[in-house]
Nanobody, 111 residues
Framework: QVQLVESGGGAVQAGGSLRLSCVVS????????KGWYRQPPGKARDLVAG???????HYATAVEGRFTISRDDAKNTVYLQLDNLTPEDTGIYFC?????WGAGTQVTVSS
């Protein structure tokens, strides 16, 4: 059984930083493409960052230069570093690997 468990969300002021973690069990993260998605209140869930099996990364335009996705194969964990946060970054952040989703972690940024 594959499980993804996110953590690291919280409430911060604009300009602050957070580091989200997604611990995966049941599959090796290095063998699959992974992504972080964000769902703002009342809006759709969209991809903000992805990392392929080969380690190539890509970002949504709105977060490029501020967010960094990475993985630690030894810990079977995917990370998302969030820097220079703005209120528009508020939402639930979900980790996805292939067809599997985590339950999400809330990020709230105040001005």
């Amino acid at each position: 059984q594959v499980q993804l468990v996110e953590s690291g969300g919280g409430a911060v002021q604009a300009g602050g930083s957070l580091r989200l973690s997604c611990v995966v069990s049941g599959r090796q993260v290095g063998f699959h493409s992974k992504g972080w998605y964000r769902q703002p209140p009342g809006k759709a869930r969209d991809l903000v960052a992805g990392i392929t099996r080969s380690g190539s990364v890509h970002y949504a335009t709105a977060v490029e230069g501020r967010f960094t996705i990475s993985r630690d194969d030894a810990k079977n964990t995917v990370y998302l570093q969030l820097d220079n946060l703005t209120p528009e970054d508020t939402g639930i952040y979900f980790c996805k690997m292939e067809v599997w989703w985590g339950a999400g972690t809330q990020v709230t940024v105040s001005s």
